[in-house]
């Protein structure tokens, strides 16, 4: 859950990188090739940008890369759930929470609730599903917030 290296370093980050992350916000191609085209646009080869990217994954700058839907649009759901975890389990039940495939983001949070996650699944019955999963692997209560009304914000990070 922390961006920290194992050496306990924050990742470095150099112009190309800031380049890569600013360019995935929002402005990344929708064509035959994408990556080919983010390489002619930073300088640089395709493999560099899918390794790099591959990189800044694996050093958790990066905790997901991939397109956002509107599942409901599809037939899906989306819902912001919680649970309160003792702290000397944190990292344990971190792991387990993460190791769904429906567990889009992970939050720790200063709250009697300090582990918020979103679950996506395929149908909205699958989100109390998911939770029971959870809380049956975990062993704590899962707290589901489902959205009572839609905003967009659409937020952009400068690298």
Not at 31 to 41: H, S, T
Not at 46 to 53: F, H, S, T
Not at 58 to 64: A, E, I, N, S, Y
Not at 125 to 134: E, L, S
Request: glycine share 6%; net charge negative; with cysteine.
């Amino acid at each position: 859950m922390s961006r920290a290296t194992a050496k306990g370093r924050a990742p470095v980050l150099d112009e190309t990188d800031r380049a890569l992350i600013n360019m995935l916000q929002g402005d990344f191609p929708l064509v035959r090739n994408p990556f080919a085209d983010v390489a002619v646009r930073l300088g640089i080869d395709q493999e560099e940008v899918i390794d790099r990217l591959q990189r800044l994954l694996d050093q958790r700058v990066l905790t997901r890369f991939g397109p956002m839907f509107q599942i409901e649009r599809i037939g899906g759901a989306f819902c912001l759930a919680a649970i309160g975890v003792p702290e000397a389990d944190f990292e344990r039940v971190a792991a387990e929470v993460n190791a769904f495939a429906e567990v889009a983001h992970n939050y720790r949070r200063d709250h009697a609730l300090n582990m918020w996650f979103v679950l996506a699944t395929e149908t909205p019955q699958g989100i109390a599903a998911t939770a029971r999963r959870i809380e049956i692997a975990t062993g704590l209560p899962v707290f589901l917030f489902p959205k009572e009304r839609e905003y967009f914000v659409e937020m952009k990070l400068e690298a």
